[in-house]
């Protein structure tokens, strides 16, 4: 069975900062990954898509790789904000999505 | 299109009643997965749909969970005799040919 770790568990950096939030997986044969963001008692929003086929995507002032041979991603956040405060999920997919338990950031003002 | 629906947002329930919950996918998705989590994890899968079929399903749903989706649009997620070990919050996420997921705001379920 796929399993996805995200580490560190929590983070808290003063605004501003670079910062990046890894996640490793242990099955390498994935069709996609995608980082989400969820703010307390939400729902998940997607921040990025990355296919199988691609090694990194762009939005804004986030960047996440994909090295699907080391089981490995990263998440960049430059020039953090306390706006970017929320637990961030990485997740792998074949048939179905499985999911870290997720990094939790604080970004204080 | 809105995105991904979900109702109600909040459900609290007396432990041994059924709930309902109801997933409106974006339109022109044909893919429609559950997911369960409880505070502090992630999200875990519960079953997935593609159009009206029910392709694969989690042993997290036991016999007392039901999930359809008749005509392959909305989907219902139906927990019998709820327990208190039941209250989380499901997610409903659509997608299109193993593209990314759109996520719905969630149901909270609360059994007391």
């Known amino acids: 069975k796929q399993e996805v770790t995200q580490i560190p568990a929590a983070l808290s950096v003063p605004e501003g900062e670079n910062l990046v939030l890894n996640c490793s997986f242990t099955?390498?044969?994935?069709?996609?990954l995608q980082w989400f963001r969820q703010d307390p008692g939400k729902g998940l929003t997607s921040l990025l898509l990355?296919?199988?086929?691609?090694r990194e995507q762009t939005s804004g002032r986030l960047n996440a790789s994909l090295d699907k041979s080391s089981g490995r991603s990263t998440l960049y956040i430059a020039a953090s904000q306390p706006g970017d405060s929320a637990t961030y999920l990485c997740a792998v997919s074949r048939n179905q999505f499985y999911f870290g338990t997720g990094t939790s950031l604080t970004v204080i003002p | 299109d809105t995105g991904v629906s979900q109702n109600p947002r909040h459900k609290i329930t007396k432990r041994g009643q059924n709930v309902t919950f109801r997933c409106d996918p974006i339109?022109?998705?044909?893919?429609l997965y559950w997911y369960r989590q409880t505070l502090g994890q992630g999200p875990e899968f519960l079953t997935y749909f593609q159009n009206e079929a029910q392709l694969e399903k989690s042993r997290l749903l036991s016999d007392r969970f039901s999930a359809e989706r008749p005509k392959g649009s909305f989907s219902t997620l139906e927990i019998q005799r709820t327990e208190q070990g039941d209250s989380a919050m499901y997610l409903c996420?659509?997608?299109?040919?193993?593209?990314?997921?759109?996520f719905g705001s969630g149901t909270r379920l609360t059994v007391v």
């Open positions: 099955d390498s044969a994935i069709y996609n």
């Open positions: 996420a659509s997608s299109s040919d193993r593209k990314g997921y759109t």
């Open positions: 990355i296919q199988s086929s691609q």
């Open positions: 339109s022109e998705h044909n893919r």
